[in-house]
T-cell receptor, first 111, second 113 residues
Framework: GENVEQHPSTLSVQEGDSAVIKCTYS??????FPWYKQELGKGPQLIID?????GEKKDQRIAVTLNKTAKHFSLHITETQPEDSAVYFC??????????FGTGTSLTVIP | KAGVTQTPRYLIKTRGQQVTLSCSPI?????VSWYQQTPGQGLQFLFE???????NKGNFPGRFSGRQFSNSRSEMNVSTLELGDSALYLC????????????FGPGTRLTVT
């Protein structure tokens, strides 16, 4: 089955700096790659996603890049703010609605 | 539009008992997936239902089962509870299947003692 690896497991940045989280996947059948943000006591919240026919997608301060050849994708958050502090998960979907998740990155933005 | 709702939010059960969790998807969404989240194993896929039929199943024992009703609401059941079943159980809904956005509910926190 699909195997998704995520790095780093923890990340601390100063407010205003950028944060980058990287994921790799193993199944070439995966074509959809969402990113989720999970705050304490809440369910994961979809923040951005990318499909295999696109190399990059941006939404305000958040961007995702995808390299299908290398089987890796990354989340970029610019101008970080304290409210960006949370656990971020990447995921890959090799088959209908069956997502495989990375192990999560705990992001702390220091004011 | 209301989000995904899950009931109950918290549950405490004893080993050997069974439990039923409920999920109401976003209005109009036809696919419901269930995940188990634990500190040790992370987020793991349990199963997915679409049009009242189980379409995919993760690597969990047969004690874990589910169903979907004609209004797309879904339930999952865990029989003969074990301590290791303590987890946050998350439900996610999607409009259709494959490469569509999945939206998660707040989860049900199950504690088995």
């Amino acid at each position: 089955g699909e195997n998704v690896e995520q790095h780093p497991s923890t990340l601390s940045v100063q407010e205003g700096d950028s944060a980058v989280i990287k994921c790799t996947y193993s199944d070439s059948a995966s074509n959809y790659f969402p990113w989720y943000k999970q705050e304490l006591g809440k369910g994961p919240q979809l923040i951005i996603d990318i499909r295999s026919n696109v190399g990059e997608k941006k939404d305000q301060r958040i961007a995702v890049t995808l390299n299908k050849t290398a089987k890796h994708f990354s989340l970029h958050i610019t101008e970080t703010q304290p409210e960006d502090s949370a656990v971020y998960f990447c995921a890959a979907e090799p088959t209908g609605n069956q997502f495989y998740f990375g192990t999560g990155t705990s992001l702390t933005v220091i004011p | 539009k209301a989000g995904v709702t899950q009931t109950p939010r918290y549950l405490i059960k004893t080993r050997g008992q069974q439990v039923t969790l409920s999920c109401s998807p976003i209005s109009g969404h036809r696919s419901v997936s269930w995940y188990q989240q634990t500190p040790g194993q992370g987020l793991q896929f349990l199963f997915e239902y679409f049009s009242e039929t189980q379409r995919n199943k993760g690597n969990f024992p047969g004690r874990f089962s589910g169903r979907q009703f004609s209004n797309s609401r879904s339930e999952m059941n865990v029989s003969t509870l074990e301590l290791g079943d303590s987890a946050l159980y998350l439900c996610a809904s999607s409009l259709y299947r494959t490469s569509y956005e999945q939206y998660f509910g707040p989860g049900t926190r199950l504690t088995v003692t």
